[in-house]
């Protein structure tokens, strides 16, 4: 069974950093495709930023210059480093896995196409 478990959200001021980090309990993150994605009440779930079965990273127009995306492949950890924050990017923030099936896998194929999901980490901007 496969968990993720998200962690390094907060609050923080208009211009600051915060690094989020997703613990996978999985035998190697390579064969799975991770993404992150953030919501907010009453809007749908939004990919931001993701590593995709190629090993390309993917971003959002949105966190796009401002948000790096990593993963520590040893550790079986993804990260989302967050600059230059603004209020528009306060959400809870969620990191999901989709294992590698073939063909293309990454944040285009939206949220329900991701098989398992973290509990989400509030990142609050002010």
Not at 11 to 34: E, F, H, N
Not at 39 to 59: F, H, L, N, W
Request: charged fraction near 20%; charge should be neutral.
């Amino acid at each position: 069974h496969v968990q993720l478990v998200e962690s390094g959200g907060g609050s923080v001021q208009v211009g600051g950093s915060l690094r989020l980090s997703c613990v996978a309990s999985v035998d190697t993150i390579g064969r799975y495709c991770m993404g992150w994605f953030r919501q907010i009440p009453d809007k749908e779930r939004e990919g931001i930023a993701g590593i995709e079965s190629d090993g390309s990273t993917s971003y959002a127009d949105s966190v796009k210059g401002r948000f790096t995306v990593s993963q520590d492949s040893a550790k079986n950890i993804l990260y989302l480093q967050m600059n230059s924050l603004k209020p528009e990017d306060t959400a809870m923030y969620y990191c999901a896995a989709k294992y590698y099936r073939g063909g293309y896998c990454g944040l285009n194929l939206g949220p329900a196409a991701f098989d398992y999901w973290g509990q989400g980490t509030q990142v609050t901007v002010s």
